[in-house]
């Protein structure tokens, strides 16, 4: 939802830093893309609507660009249609500050009203562009540049991580509320971003901001503020991942590299906290919590995955239930001592966090559960859990719902100590591998060349199937702009099989051969009896594959496991379809990888 850039200190290479971190942080949006170089005195803006890449070409044509101090910006689109005039960096009146955001500004507009009123002339439709006007202001009342840009910042309700440039200063300016930001330290350059890839290849040291706080950074040095200008003292962490994992190393997409990543981000999420020898899960961050009922809040994929997350914990005995992140912030049900678990990708999803600090000022133990060492949720909730499935790019999660359905299997299990099922950790021991074999063996390609012609797509399953047909769905129409729904199986009958005809395949997922398989064989004979061509995901243990036009295979193993396996077959039917149609499957339109946004 936007990312922003800076960096300090990188003297020639100041461009390329910038657009190299462009590059990197695209996944947040790609609606225009802007830099601003300062530090001869003067401030030179460059920005384009549209991908990275029409930036990139306006650049290749000027070698007339300097500056050692930078900012860049990537855009998904809130205020204003994406037009080179309202892609970012903004300025003042005078063109000597500029100003890169992400997040909302929610009173914009009355202080855009006061601004014009006070003589400031406005070129765009963005609620941003108040920022450099606003500190603009401040100086020409006689601020310095550190207390203008704070006194700017206080006047802002809303989101924002926002990074500010002047022609004739060193450094870059920069203030966070509700949007993530975090800084990096190199040897002799310091640098900004909405997300460490960004910089990753040049520094491992970060610095997380949290809300309200400030910073300063020169080539040399930094400084963590509160609003009064009051120094806070901040920790250095070291990012643990490799700088090659942010790159498609040899994949047409980041998506079919993350599906395939699968078997190894499985492993990471196991590792050390299976115990194999006596059956049982250790997972040290879940130690002394203790779940009386549990309210799973999230949203789009981990918000599938917290559905299956809550059967996991209601069969464990644990009532438990998942909720969409933005009805919960504003209407939570009775907490009766539940914990509520934020499940998030990211852990900057704008909905899951209202969600989850709307249950801590209820009162409420909170738990993130999340790939994102360092993310606001999972420093703001009580407890961290984290997944291990290393970077996801592409706006499509693949291997991050798979690590979320494996956490969550361990969350169970750790909950009711003693009760472990032998089966499931031994079949979790096996994930890795048999996902492994579904990506060797996929005939999703062959099902993606059939239905391409599919005047939509509907999936099916019942349980712990049941999100995986949502999540399947959901995949299918963000990469492929196909329409597509995921039904519990039972509910078909009720309504959508008015929908079904020759020209809408139905994906059903059908697992084991007990009562939830028999009942899903039934609903696929109802939609083969309307003409509806049917993709069966089995493992074979029942006879679905009897009235199946096309099979996709996955391993016996644990029923719990199955919906983990399905869902990865599902994956490739998604990404082969929408790469058949030629859509554009790491940035699909309209769409940014982290919402930062309500
Ligand atoms: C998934 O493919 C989507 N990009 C989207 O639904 C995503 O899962 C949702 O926005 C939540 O993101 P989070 O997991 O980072 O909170």
Redesign the pocket.
């Known amino acids: 939802m936007c990312g922003i850039i800076g960096c300090v200190g990188r003297g020639d290479d100041t461009l390329d830093t910038l657009v190299h971190g462009l590059s990197k942080l695209e996944y947040r949006g790609y609606d225009s893309a802007g830099i601003a170089l300062a530090g001869n005195g003067s401030i030179q803006i460059r920005k384009r609507a549209g991908e990275l890449d029409r930036l990139e070409e306006a650049l290749g044509s000027e070698n007339d660009l300097s500056g050692t101090i930078g900012i860049g910006h990537t855009r998904w689109s809130t205020h204003g249609p994406p037009t080179d005039e309202n892609a970012h960096p903004h300025a003042d009146c005078t063109g000597s500050i500029a100003v890169v955001h992400n997040g909302i500004i929610e009173n914009y507009q009355s202080l855009r009203d006061e601004l014009e009123a006070d003589g400031h002339e406005f070129e765009s439709d963005t609620d941003t562009e108040v920022v450099p006007h606003l500190v603009e202001a401040e100086l020409d009342a006689g601020a310095s540049p550190d207390e203008a840009f704070r006194a700017a910042i206080d006047r802002l309700e809303g989101s924002f991580a926002i990074a500010c440039v002047l022609d004739d200063s060193g450094s870059v300016f920069v203030a966070r509320n509700d949007s993530p930001l975090v800084l990096g330290l190199g040897e002799e350059e310091t640098y900004l971003a909405s997300d460490v890839p960004a910089f990753r290849e040049f520094t491992d040291q970060v610095v997380y901001l949290s809300d309200g706080e400030f910073a300063e950074l020169w080539a040399d040095g930094w400084r963590v503020t509160d609003a009064s200008g009051d120094r806070i003292e901040k920790s250095i962490e070291t990012i643990s991942w490799d700088p090659e994992d942010t790159g498609k190393s040899g994949y047409d997409h980041f998506m079919l590299k993350e599906i395939h990543e699968q078997p190894r981000a499985l492993r990471q999420c196991l590792r050390g906290r299976v115990n194999e020898l006596e059956g049982d899960v250790t997972v040290p961050e879940l130690d002394d919590l203790e779940l009386e009922r549990v309210h799973l809040v999230?949203?789009?994929?981990?918000y599938h995955a917290a559905v299956y997350g809550s059967q996991l914990l209601c069969a464990a005995g644990i009532p438990a239930q998942a909720h969409y992140a933005h009805e919960y912030a504003i209407s939570p049900p009775p907490l009766e001592n539940a914990t509520v678990v934020g499940?998030?990708?990211?852990?900057?999803?704008a909905d899951?966090l209202a969600a989850t600090r709307e249950a801590r000022r209820l009162g409420a133990e909170t738990l993130a559960l999340t790939n994102t060492v360092g993310s606001t949720m999972a420093r703001e909730c009580d407890k961290a859990f984290y997944i291990r499935s290393g970077p996801e790019i592409g706006?499509?999660?693949t291997k991050?719902f798979a690590g979320q359905q494996t956490a969550l299997n361990l969350l169970a299990e750790a909950a009711t100590p003693g009760l472990g099922d032998r089966d499931l950790v031994s079949a979790l021991r096996d994930l890795p591998g048999n996902v492994q074999e579904i990506l060797d063996e996929s005939d999703a390609e062959a099902v993606a060349e059939a239905y391409l012609d599919a005047d939509a797509y509907f999936f099916i399953g019942r349980g712990l199937n049941f999100p995986v047909a949502l999540e399947g769905a959901?995949?299918m129409k963000?990469i492929s702009y196909e329409h597509a729904e995921g039904f519990a199986a039972g509910e078909l009958k009720h309504g959508p099989l008015a929908l079904v005809t020759s020209k809408t395949p139905v994906l059903a997922t059908v697992t084991g051969d007990g009562e939830f398989a028999r009942k899903t064989i039934g609903n696929v004979k109802e939609v083969e009896a309307r003409d509806a061509p049917v993709v069966a995901v089995t493992d074979r243990r029942s006879d679905v594959a009897r009235y199946a036009d096309h099979v996709l295979d996955v391993p016996g193993t644990h029923p719990r496991v199955a919906a983990i396996l399905a869902n990865v077959q599902l994956q490739l039917v998604s990404y082969h379809t929408a790469a058949k149609l030629g859509r554009s499957i790491d940035k699909p339109r309209n769409?940014a990888?982290?919402?930062t946004v309500e």
């Open positions: 999230a949203a789009g994929t981990s499940v998030s990708q990211s852990g900057e999803t899951t706006v499509a999660a991050t959901l995949k963000e769409l990888k982290s919402v």
